[in-house]
């Protein structure tokens, strides 16, 4: 791929205008929908619901307005913590599938609380015709929208400066998002920052990716984009991450960035292991018939052990023994080598392949929550085998066993089952500078998003193993 020349559009001229025209005009078409929505269930307020809660409650036109805020102002707020607002910036499909979740979470909260005003349960066929209609209308929006803002603001052109790695794997990851980045020329930084810096004139480009580039080298091209007003997509590394979380602090006129060994306070400690008790518990009986048709099914099959369990690493490097039900075949593991799951692989049954696709095969680790030995969101916990394996390649690996293991957490969120452990170490490690409780309820819910994306369950491509190797100068 060779250099990009000729000019681009008018609309890379100026870089910071037009990226807050273009959020602006995403916010205003996720608004627009979201206001389509409203009165929809306006519609079913007025038409179906508001007659039955009349017999209790006599409403004026300022309650009535009252009803259709707080719903709006719930949509609003699922469709932030869900994503579904990001119009433009995500792939059609995605944002379809937070305003989904948005609209369920939102018809569900607002068909109870109108059973409360009637002091009595209300039919809930129409508002399931309600939230049919709007899933309808969701995905029109959606896709009209995305049609309209892609022509309106194209992507920009970019230049991808890379350093010596193989840069072929990232390229594929940029070309998956083609509505969103268009990378028409791709330079290496071993030529030097000044010939680097005259490519991107040459080009007259506005935007940048600065991939694998040795520090000092990077530091220059930072510094010359910054004050040239380019824009820059930049790979972080480990130590990038760990100042990212930092605390600002001032001596007399100097600042400092504060970075310490990270630590939960007490009231953190409390908040997360109550909400770990209580959702593990509640969802241990509401998942209760799952269990016993799972547990049937894996019995029938090839009447081996329901659950398989497996030593893992939790804080501190503590070992304990994770359960789940069992999806490979009895002895699976025979030659006692340590391996993950790979694209079809021989190991997995019919039944395997079916509840690990739908993650039914997660569920008994409701039971290790329960215990104290994992919490809902954190690092996935890793196997003794597996991790010594990652120590002897990237000993930053380490970090990511200061906090209790996890269910899910930010690397299943926003990375695949077949994400790099490097990068997967570096997402781990943005959810432990960057804790709160807020967070871990947000990522609660996106949890439930993934568990409906097929592409969250890939296995481990052959040699992917040996991706490792290739990320040791990400170290430096």
Known sequence: MGRGTGKDIDMDEKPSKLTSIKKIAALQMSFLGLLLQTCLYAWAWFQMYYPLVRLKLKFYQRGH???????????????????????????????????????????????????????????????????????????????????????VFPPRRMLFIHGDRPSADMLAKFATHPERYRITGSFSASQGAEAVIRAIEEGNYRTVVLWEIPTPERNELIKYCYGHGVRMYVLPKIPDVLMNGSTQIHVVDTTLYLTKEYALTFGQRFWK??????????????????????????????????????????KDMKEFH????????????????????????????????????????????????????????????????????????????????????????????????????????????????????????????????????????????????????????DRQ
């Open 273 to 314: 292991r109550t909400i770990d008790l209580v959702c593990a518990a509640i969802l241990l009986v509401v998942t209760s018939p799952i269990f016993l048709v799972t547990a049937i099914c894996v019995k029938a099959y090839d009447r081996g052990p329901v659950f398989y369990k497996q030593v893992r690493c939790t």
């Open 65 to 151: 307005a009252l009803i259709l805020i707080i719903y709006l102002l719930l949509l609003v707020f699922f469709s932030r913590t869900w994503e579904g607002n990001n119009v433009g910036y995500s792939k059609p499909f995605d944002v379809i599938l937070s305003q989904i979740f948005t609209l369920f979470t939102a018809d569900v909260i607002s068909y109870f609380q109108i059973s409360l005003m009637r002091n009595w349960i209300v039919p809930v066929w129409p508002m399931l015709r309600t939230f049919l209609l709007q899933m309808l209308v969701a995905i029109v929006w959606v896709y009209l929208s995305d049609f309209v803002y892609r022509r």
């Open 322 to 473: 994770i359960i789940k039900f069992r999806s490979m075949k009895v002895n699976a593991e025979s030659d006692g080598k340590a391996r993950l799951a790979s694209k079809e692989d021989a190991r997995i049954t019919p039944v395997g392949r079916f509840i690990r696709k739908c993650r039914i095969d997660e569920l008994p680790q409701l039971i290790n929550i329960l215990r104290g030995e994992m919490s809902f969101i954190g690092p996935r916990p890793e196997r003794p085998e597996i991790i010594r394996q990652y120590l002897g390649e990237m000993p930053e690996f380490a970090f990511r066993t200061r906090v209790k293991a996890g269910l899910a957490g930010y690397a299943q969120v926003y990375g695949r089952y077949n994400t790099t452990p490097y990068d997967k170490l570096k997402l781990d490690l943005t959810y432990i500078q960057h804790y709160s409780v807020g967070l871990d309820l947000k990522l609660m819910l996106l949890t439930l998003k993934i568990l409906v994306q097929p592409e969250s369950t890939e296995g481990v491509a052959d040699g992917q193993m040996t991706a490792l190797k290739e990320h040791e100068s």
